[in-house]
């Protein structure tokens, strides 16, 4: 199976892939050559390209089985709107790269995909499943429950519970962008996996009544 993972990072999602099927060939995409660098030490059997995953989504899409995308988050965030009245706070447009990859592989694509992102401070311009603090568009349905609810529980700035809850030390990253910023947004790999399995059609026990692929 092959698959491509955008706008990479350091691979939250991807992290479990493997205890569910050993035999696949995963192509991440990532702008940040550090987060790269780091993605490619975590997974040394995955090709790891650094680009413009927006754009390589356009060109390739058609090499692939799986496809998720993660795209940036900021402009969408809640967090965005709350501080609009911060004179300090740059205002900016929501990135519409988001939508537009969601009706591009919903209209183009004949595999299997997800666009995940933050529950954002407008309603949803294109119906999505919430799960936790995240909307998922997909084209095959998700359990109920798909990862765990505890990382509200810890601040940008809690560093070591954050690397503890994703199995990932991030002091290990020296890029440009903040850690916090970076363990923050890292999707949680119990998602990632269940996610995927459901992707594949692997329904769990608890799930049985939950899971059906279209």
């Known amino acids: 199976m092959k698959i491509l993972n955008l706008y990479a990072c350091l691979g939250g999602n991807r992290y479990k892939w493997n205890e569910v099927k050993e035999d ?13 660098r780091l993605y490619q030490e975590r997974f040394p059997d995955d090709k790891v390209i650094i680009t413009d995953a927006h754009q390589y989504l356009l060109d390739h899409y058609k090499e692939y089985d799986f496809i998720w995308s993660s795209p940036p988050c900021p402009t969408h965030s809640k967090l965005a709107i709350s501080m609009k009245n911060k004179d300090n706070y740059k205002k900016n447009y929501p990135d519409m790269k988001l939508y537009q990859e969601i009706l591009f592989l919903k209209h183009y694509f004949n595999g299997k995909y997800v666009v995940e992102n933050v529950i954002p401070y407008y309603e949803p311009l294109i119906s999505a499943k919430k799960r936790g603090r995240h909307l998922y568009w997909t084209n095959f349905n998700l359990p109920n429950k798909i990862g765990r609810n505890n990382v509200d529980n810890f601040s940008k700035t809690d ?3 954050l690397s503890n809850y994703h199995d990932y ?15 923050r947004n890292l999707v949680d790999y119990e998602a990632g996996k269940t996610i995927f399995e459901t992707m594949l059609g692997i329904v769990r026990k608890e799930n049985i009544n939950q899971v059906k692929l279209f």
């Open 24 to 36: 696949i060939e995963v192509t991440a995409i990532e702008l940040d050559p550090e987060l790269a």
């Open 159 to 161: 560093i070591e519970s």
């Open 169 to 183: 030390n991030f002091r290990k990253y020296k890029g440009k962008q903040s850690i916090g910023k970076v363990a």
